[in-house]
């Protein structure tokens, strides 16, 4: 399996931004997209994940309401899209799967696979 993240950029406070992961490699829908991020000096945090099987999605407390998980318009991928970003979204995003469904928070040992990240800025 392999996983390919793109998207990010440079954005204004308050301003919108769409990151997708595109997947490949799995053999079924049973499986869940994860999106995880790191902020300079700070350790990756968990951000949102979304089980294709069932389209159930999950958001940290930090991005409910402005984040919005789902699956891409191209198959095997899913797209995070941000709104209303913050300084504080400033980090690399990292995007990961795992097979099965996830149902909330899941700790980065259980994501089997992990893209490259990519770097959004949010800077005015």
């Known amino acids: 399996v392999q996983l390919q993240a793109s998207g990010g950029g440079l954005v204004q406070p308050g301003g919108s931004l769409r990151l997708s992961c595109a997947a490949s490699g799995f053999t079924s829908d049973y499986y869940a997209i994860g999106w995880f991020r790191q902020a300079p000096g700070k350790e990756r945090e968990w951000v949102s994940c979304l089980s294709r099987a069932d389209g159930n999605s999950y958001y940290a407390d930090s991005v409910k309401g402005r984040f919005t998980i789902s699956r891409g318009s191209i198959k095997d991928t899913a797209d995070l899209q941000m709104k209303s970003l913050e300084f504080e979204d400033t980090a690399v995003y990292y995007c990961?799967?795992?097979?099965?469904?996830?149902?909330?928070?899941?700790?980065?040992?259980?994501?089997?696979?992990w893209g490259q990240g990519t770097l959004v800025t949010v800077s005015s």
């Open positions: 990961a799967a795992r097979h099965g469904v996830c149902s909330g928070y899941l700790a980065e040992v259980n994501w089997s696979y």
